[in-house]
Nanobody, 122 residues
Framework: QLQASGGGLVQAGGSLRLSCAASGRTFTSYVMGWFRQTPGKQRERVAVITSGGTTNYADSVKGRFTISRDNAKDTVYLQMNDLKPEDTAVYYC??????????????????WGQGTLVTVSS
């Protein structure tokens, strides 16, 4: 129901835009988020956007990443600029009705998309 795309290989300093498209149901009233995970580490929250457009970012990506949503297309985006090797990870999109769940309780998030791999070379 959530389809993530846009990952790939990019050099440090480059940019990528990830997309997360909904299918089968609408997520326009949901809080949407992007998370990332590297082997051996816990999945971490990268950016969140509410249905009204309020955003929240991890400190590590502030000023470089921008989350946005197009409710007409029921799609959420993550524009990633000035990418660094430490941004290399599998990126996942997620949706939940509650802001506090998507920000504080990954284990209870209602919907997850499949991951898309982002690799940043130095």
């Amino acid at each position: 129901q959530l389809q993530a795309s846009g990952g790939g290989l990019v050099q440090a300093g480059g940019s990528l835009r990830l997309s997360c498209a909904a299918s089968g149901r609408t997520f326009t009233s949901y809080v949407m988020g992007w998370f990332r995970q590297t082997p051996g580490k816990q999945r971490e929250r990268v950016a969140v956007i509410t249905s009204g457009g309020t955003t929240n970012y991890a400190d590590s990506v502030k000023g470089r990443f921008t989350i946005s949503r197009d409710n007409a297309k029921d799609t959420v985006y993550l524009q990633m600029n000035d990418l660094k090797p430490e941004d290399t990870a599998v990126y996942y999109c997620a949706a939940d009705p509650l802001y506090r769940t998507i920000v504080t309780n990954l284990g209870r998030i209602a919907y997850w998309g499949q991951g898309t791999l982002v690799t940043v070379s130095s």
